[in-house]
């Protein structure tokens, strides 16, 4: 993400690259990290409606994993999860 | 477990997977507003096109040079959101008929924080529901400004302490009542008025679908929760809107040409608000008497919205 200069800047500052706020990874903010035990998931997906930043995924097996370069630890997956599956553990 | 409890269960599967606002926005952690625009853009699709006003949804999402929107989406002033949504839905309807873009259907969405839509953007709003551009409002309504660092607003509640109405030994924090924005639009005789919350998400993704199938203007409040401003831990801002439906804080309504119609989410018998205040820094300092006032406020206000709900319900002409 290399910074522009003023001489390559568009005209009105346009962003035409769609999602490119991806490129940050807000994953660097997170103090706690969220872990599911998958013996008590039930696969309703509530985390992943529930993520503000919508980096729970569902993976093949049905089960369902943060992507933890965006993850920023909130928490509440683990107080939303109906069977108590997701468990917030300290980062480091 | 019944087949209804069932349904509720593995409804949040059936919800669109596609996801139009992407990760890496700057928002707080524990952000409900910016899950109730993530939400709102999985409802909407992919044929919109969204004015956004000046605010968090704004700043968080369009860090220059890049942006988490992933539909065409413009920065506007303050105040003029709902103006330059009614501009693009009256460019496009020219466009059409001049063939100039294909002849597709594209919702135009206004979208603004509470100061953008309760104390700045008001004129413009309210000229735009007048005018009956084929458009939706939506206000997310985190109940002060705080993407400047939470300075009151005519959204904010009475009793709720912010850095211009701070709480101490004279001042109980914010001393006017909350402005019931809803019924104001509801006076403009919109088609379709709704107030929604996150916490309630497949009820949320419903009353947009419904605003955004209704063929002229339409306004949806949003209840969203912010665990930054109102001094609550980042985990509860779900169940905090979840504590103000449950509590009459914020009841969940929608109006329909003018008949009203209560959501099936909210209870039957009222919690006290007591429960919603005592996770919140912002009513910390409230005293009894002070709580008392406001749930008798709340009551009067539940008691108006449910005899609504029955006297102008579908059918009730």
Redesign the interface.
């Known amino acids: ?1 290399a ?2 200069t003023w001489k390559e800047l568009p005209i009105g ?1 346009v ?1 035409s ?10 994953g660097s ?2 103090s706690q990290r969220p872990v599911w035990n998958d013996a008590k998931c ?5 985390c ?8 729970v995924q569902q993976a093949e097996n049905g089960f369902f994993k943060a ?1 933890l ?2 993850c ?5 997956c ?3 999860c ?1 069977p108590r599956a997701i468990s ?1 553990v300290e980062e480091g | 477990m019944n087949l209804v409890e069932n349904f509720d ?2 409804a ?2 059936l ?1 669109n997977k596609k ?1 139009l ?12 507003e ?2 109730a625009v ?2 709102m853009c999985k409802a909407l699709g992919e044929n919109t096109v969204i004015a956004s006003a000046t605010g968090c949804m704004e700043i968080v ?11 065409p989406w413009i920065h506007v002033a303050f105040e003029n959101a709902a103006a330059v949504a009614s501009g693009v839905e009256a460019g496009l309807k020219a466009l059409r008929r001049k063939g100039k873009v294909d002849d597709r259907y594209v919702k135009v969405v206004g979208m603004a924080g509470d100061g953008g839509t309760m104390d700045i953007g008001i004129q413009a709003l309210s000229g735009a529901m007048e005018r009956g551009h084929d458009m939706i409002y939506v206000c997310f309504d985190n109940e002060a400004y705080m993407n400047t660092g939470i300075q009151r607003s005519s959204g904010t509640p009475m009793g709720a302490s912010t850095t211009t109405a701070p709480a101490g030994k004279v001042s109980m924090g914010q001393k006017t009542w909350k402005k019931n924005m809803p019924e104001i639009m509801v006076a403009h005789n919109v088609p379709y008025v709704a107030t929604a919350c996150p916490s309630y ?1 497949l009820d949320f993704i419903r009353k947009i679908e419904k605003a955004k199938s209704v063929k002229g203007p339409s306004y949806i409040h949003c209840f969203s929760v912010c ?1 930054t401003g109102w001094r609550c ?7 905090m809107g979840r504590l103000a439906v449950e509590t009459g804080v914020f009841p969940l309504f929608e109006v329909e040409n003018g008949h009203y119609r209560l959501s099936p989410d909210m209870p039957k018998k009222l919690r006290p608000i007591r429960d919603y205040f005592k996770a919140q820094g912002r009513f910390r300092h409230l005293t009894d008497e002070e709580i008392s006032m406001i749930q008798e406020r709340v009551n009067t206000e539940h008691k108006k919205i449910t005899e609504k709900a029955k006297y102008l319900k579908t059918g009730n002409e």
């Open positions: 993400m910074l522009k500052c962003v690259e769609p999602g490119s706020a991806s490129e940050y990874h807000t903010w997170r039930i696969k309703c997906g509530i992943y409606v529930f993520c503000p930043e919508g980096c992507n370069d965006y920023k630890g909130c928490g509440i683990a107080h939303e109906w917030m | 269960l593995y949040p599967r919800i996801e606002f992407s990760a890496g926005h700057r928002a707080c952690s524990g952000c409900a910016v899950l993530r939400l999402s369009s860090m220059f040079p890049t942006t988490a929107w992933e539909v998400p665990p831990p980042s985990h509860l801002a779900i169940s």
